[in-house]
């Protein structure tokens, strides 16, 4: 059977949908379908499960060899895979296949545009929309205390001896020039310099050094790690409530 060719162009549709509200737009497109045989993909450790009053298996990729080709109406992918594992999913489902994508998975999805040569849809679920974040992203620094305090000390002593300058001038009878006002001025950004004090402080967004005392700051760590030593942690597993008995 060809993957491709097993859906038809447009039954093809992606929902965007919050990482948090995954299992609950899971749950809201199972009843939506409710009457027509639902295929859930992930690739988390999720064991091949029917659940018959639901008319929906739950299954990993690992499990596909299990089901036979072509008998569910719906696929749901819960998560994405990479292009070519996508394709084989499409064999199990001969009319619909969905994807439900967070804003971070929406890159994985150009791959798989590429091999089925089109843009697939996209469709927001009514009430799943995915929210804008309002928060700024890195703020502008503020100048720390000490450094305000520098700056003032600063201005202060350019402006002593640029008025000293102009004394001595009007007693000899002379006027200052503006470049000789300047080259004093210059000194106060000579003195600004950040210390190291005022560097860590700048490279950590203005937070405090006091707020991270005794606590770990990961902010900087370029990819997420296991920081407790122990085993790596497991993929999470998906679940649909069932009304009624378990079979």
Not at 163 to 185: F, N, T, Y
Not at 204 to 218: A, I, M, Q, R
Not at 226 to 237: H, L, Q
């Amino acid at each position: 059977m060809s993957t491709t060719n097993s859906v038809k162009r447009h039954n093809h549709k992606v929902h965007p949908c919050e990482a948090s509200r995954k299992q609950e737009l899971l749950k809201h497109l199972g009843s939506f379908y409710e009457g027509k045989k639902i295929l859930v993909l992930s690739k988390a450790n999720t064991t091949t499960t029917e659940i018959k009053e639901k008319n929906l298996t739950l299954s990993n990729d690992a499990g596909l060899s299990q089901l036979q080709e072509g008998s569910f109406d719906v696929l749901i992918s819960f998560d994405l895979p990479d292009a070519e594992t996508y394709m084989k999913r499409l064999a199990y489902t001969n009319t619909l296949a969905l994807i439900i994508v967070s804003d971070k998975e929406e890159a994985l999805l150009y791959p798989i545009d590429m091999l089925l040569g089109k843009n697939l849809p996209r469709e927001v679920v009514p009430g799943f929309e995915i929210k804008k974040s309002t928060k700024k992203k890195n703020p502008p620094h503020r100048p720390t205390k000490a450094q305000l305090a520098q700056e003032e000390e600063a201005k202060q002593k350019v402006r002593e001896k640029q008025q000293k300058l102009r004394e001595r001038a009007a007693q000899r009878g002379e006027e200052v020039s503006e470049e000789d006002i300047a080259k004093i001025g210059k000194e106060a950004n000579k003195f600004l310099k950040d210390s190291d004090a005022d560097k860590k402080e700048k490279n950590s967004l203005g937070k405090k050094e006091w707020d991270t005392k005794g606590k770990t700051d990961y902010r900087n760590k370029k990819s997420a790690s296991n920081t407790s030593g122990g085993s790596a942690r497991k993929p999470r597993v998906i679940k649909i409530p069932s009304s009624g008995k378990k079979s």
